[in-house]
């Protein structure tokens, strides 16, 4: 069993709309970020991925880490991800195009999110969260 190691972002609308993003060649809607490069830190993979795949900058973004889960990827067969997630609570609701390998950019809300079929990290430990009202 392989695992990878990522670094992701629950990006939330002021009305509590939850950003997915589907990458080029998946059937899965899942949180932005993506995996952390040798030297790199959590925070700066989270930067760095954010900014290739949303124009979206983090500097001065206040970043609350919510904590990590291991489960199942889903685009990577006989792997184990482990997600270390931020929480980025915006005061705006951008129109996120997609960029580098993203093929589809999605605000998601909290009465149509099962028309999606997301990722096990997303679905495991954010969604019950953001269903909560805990974000």
């Known amino acids: 069993m392989h695992k990878i190691i990522i670094c ?11 950003l997915m993003v ?11 970020g993506g995996k952390i490069a040798t030297g790199e830190t959590d925070v700066e993979t989270l930067a760095r991925e954010l900014k290739e795949e949303l124009q979206f900058d983090v500097n001065d973004i ?12 889903v685009n990577e067969a006989d792997t184990i991800v482990r997600g270390y997630i931020y929480l980025i609570k ?7 195009p997609p960029q580098a390998e993203l093929e589809e950019v999605q605000w998601i809300k909290k009465d149509n999110w099962q028309n999606y079929q997301l990722a096990h990290l997303a679905k495991e430990f954010v969604v019950p969260r953001w269903l909560s009202g805990e974000f």
């Not at 589907?22 to 932005?32: A, D, H, I, R």
């Open 8 to 18: 992701s972002a629950i990006m939330v609308s002021p009305d509590g709309d939850l």
């Open 62 to 73: 206040v970043l609350q880490y919510i904590g990590q889960h291991s489960t199942q990827a």
């Open 22 to 32: 589907k990458k080029k060649g998946s059937e899965y809607f899942q949180l932005p």
């Open 90 to 96: 915006l005061d705006v609701k951008f129109p996120f």
